[in-house]
Structures are given as structure tokens and as C-alpha cells.
T-cell receptor, first 108, second 114 residues
Framework: GQNIDQPTEMTATEGAIVQINCTYQ??????LFWYQQHAGEAPTFLSY????GLEEKGRFSSFLSRSKGYSYLLLKELQMKDSASYLC?????????FGAGTTVTVRA | SAVISQKPSRDICQRGTSLTIQCQVD?????MFWYRQQPGQSLTLIAT?????????ESGFVIDKFPISRPNLTFSTLTVSNMSPEDSSIYLC???????????FGPGTRLTVT
């Protein structure tokens, strides 16, 4: 089975940095994904890690440690539009399994 | 990437009826997936639909309740049968077009059962 844990909520100030942690225990692993989902919209792809290390994409970075079953998503220079739910997902056993999501609220 | 459309975008249905949701992709893809997202919840996989074979259903989901068709590499339908208020949810299709298991999601169908 798949067990994916991430915090429920986080709040941060505009311009700050927020780190969303994700731990997983899964049967089979072919990569870890982060998705952003604004209220009432479909999830959109942010990042993909299959090897250990840091992947950087503009203001967003994602890190993976396969031995620890751990990932984080780092959001830098937060903007109001970054207020959304962030979903950690693991590909394994021919399917993508999602965590419950972390709601990030950015305050002015 | 892939561009995905779904019809209808939303519907209000009566208990006991059925609704068929369509998913259209702008390119040929092998793997298509159907998810459910209940209010305030994350995504739950209903089934995987590969062209030319029967859909594979996840635990808790059965073909009689959620029949799926996949007639070609760009189209699929999900039917929610004999609906009850507990089926009120957003239903999303997604595809994995590349080699990296990355998935792209359609805009979703918001279903309300009264």
C-alpha cells in the first residue's frame, strides 16, 4: 500500500520562504511529484524527482531522499497567487498516489 | 504536455440516475486515469483505462458502479451509475503522455447529486 504524509496547513508572509515536507512509505517507487491546486481548479504539475537531490525551477525547488522516504517543496519569494493546496504524489505500482495536500496561505 | 477537456463541466443530478463524463485529449496517450476528489479531500484514483483492455479498478470501486470506456487513444468516458448524494464530488481524468510518468489533469466535472 501507499502511505504519504504532509502537513495540513501552513501560513507564511508575502516574500518569505515556505518548505512543505512530505514523507512516504510505498510499495514500488518510480518518482515523486508535486502538484499545485487552486480552489475549484484542477491540479497542475510543479516538479518531478526520481533521483536523490534538489531540482530547481524558478521560485520552486523540490528535494528527494529515497533512502529516507522524504521530499520537500520549497517556495521562495512567496506571492499572493501562491496561496493554494500543494499535493505530494508518488508513482508506484503503475499509479500515482496522492497525499492529503497542504493548504498554504500567503498573507500580505 | 497534453491538453485535456471534459464534458460536462458540472451537473446536478437526481438520486438513482446515471451520468456519463467524457474526457478528450489532444494527442494519443496510452494511459488514462479517472480520479475522484470529494470536498476538501485529496485525489483518489478510481481506475486506470488503457486502450484495448478492460479498466483496472482500485479497491472500493467497481465496474457496475463506475463503468469506463476507452474506444481509442484520445477519448474515454466514466459513468457514475445509480447515483446517491455520496457520489457528489469532482471527477477528473488525467493522462500520462511521456516517459516520466508525469500526469496532466483535465479541468474536472463537478457533480452534485440531490
Amino acid at each position: 500500500g501507499q502511505n504519504i504524509d504532509q502537513p495540513t496547513e501552513m501560513t507564511a508572509t508575502e516574500g518569505a520562504i515556505v518548505q512543505i515536507n512530505c514523507t512516504y512509505q510505498t510499495s514500488g517507487f518510480n518518482g515523486l511529484f508535486w502538484y499545485q491546486q487552486h480552489a475549484g481548479e484542477a491540479p497542475t504539475f510543479l516538479s518531478y524527482n526520481v533521483l536523490d537531490g534538489l531540482e530547481e525551477k524558478g521560485r520552486f525547488s523540490s528535494f528527494l531522499s529515497r533512502s529516507k522516504g522524504y521530499s520537500y517543496l520549497l517556495l521562495k519569494e512567496l506571492q499572493m497567487k501562491d496561496s493554494a493546496s500543494y499535493l505530494c504524489a508518488v508513482w508506484g505500482d503503475y499509479k500515482l498516489s496522492f497525499g492529503a495536500g497542504t493548504t498554504v496561505t500567503v498573507r500580505a | 504536455s497534453a491538453v485535456i477537456s471534459q464534458k460536462p463541466s458540472r451537473d446536478i443530478c437526481q438520486r438513482g440516475t446515471s451520468l456519463t463524463i467524457q474526457c478528450q485529449v489532444d494527442s494519443q496517450v496510452t494511459m488514462m486515469f479517472w480520479y475522484r476528489q470529494q470536498p476538501g479531500q485529496s485525489l483518489t484514483l478510481i481506475a486506470t483505462a488503457n486502450q484495448g483492455s478492460e479498466a483496472t479498478y482500485e479497491s472500493g470501486f467497481v465496474i457496475d458502479k463506475f463503468p469506463i470506456s476507452r474506444p481509442n487513444l484520445t477519448f474515454s468516458t466514466l459513468t457514475v451509475s445509480n447515483m446517491s448524494p455520496e457520489d457528489s464530488s469532482i471527477y477528473l481524468c488525467s493522462v500520462s503522455p511521456g516517459q516520466t510518468y508525469e500526469q496532466y489533469f483535465g479541468p474536472g466535472t463537478r457533480l452534485t447529486v440531490t
